[in-house]
Each structure stands twice: as C-alpha cells, then as structure tokens.
Nanobody, 119 residues
C-alpha cells in the first residue's frame, strides 16, 4: 500500500508565505514525477508545479516567480514553498506522485490540504 500525506496548509494573510510538504510511504520501488495540483469546488484540478526525479521543474503561469517546488529523494518528500500569496491562491492543494511499485507505475494522490489567504 502506498500513501501520500500532506501537511503545511492553513490560513495566512495576503503577501505571506506557506510551505506545503508531502511524504510518500509504503511499498515503493522508485518515485518519478512528484507535484502539486489545486482544485476549486466544481472546477477541474489544475497543475500548480511538478518536479521530475532528476530535478526538472514546471510551473503554472499563475505561480511562476512566487512558488518553488523541491524534493528530497532520500525522504520521498516533495515541498511547495509559496510566497507572495494572493487571495486567488485560496483553495485545496493536492500532492501527487508517479510511483513505481510491484505491478507497475501508478499515480497516487494525497488527501488534500486547505490553503486560505485572507486579504
């Protein structure tokens, strides 16, 4: 069984910062891409940032220059440092990872963590 557990969400004022963390655990051979999505109620989940096992990154235009994704491969952990937060960043953030385990490669999701920015 594989689990992704997120932490770090919360309430912060506009212009502030938050750091999200996501740890993958379980029967894991290797982890390929890891990333963060976010989703407003009734809308499609959208990519925020992704990082490959080699460290290449990609960001949504709306967060470039403000958010930084990183990972610690030894800890099976991905981080999202969010700076200069805006009210429109308020939503639920989901961690995801493409994990190779017995049986093949699968995509896993975290349970979601709420980020609320007060203006």
């Amino acid at each position: 069984q594989v689990q992704l557990v997120e932490s770090g969400g919360g309430l912060v004022q506009a212009g502030g910062s938050l750091r999200l963390s996501c740890v993958a655990s379980g029967s894991i051979f290797s982890i390929n891409a890891m990333g963060w999505y976010r989703q407003d109620p009734g809308k499609q989940r959208e990519l925020v940032a992704v990082i490959t096992s080699g460290g290449s990154t990609n960001y949504a235009d709306s967060v470039k220059g403000r958010f930084t994704i990183s990972r610690d491969n030894a800890k099976n952990t991905v981080y999202l440092q969010m700076n200069s937060l805006k009210a429109e960043d308020t939503t639920v953030y989901y961690c995801y990872a493409r994990i190779r385990r017995e049986g093949g490669e699968f995509r896993y999701w975290g349970q979601g963590t709420q980020v609320t920015i007060s203006s």
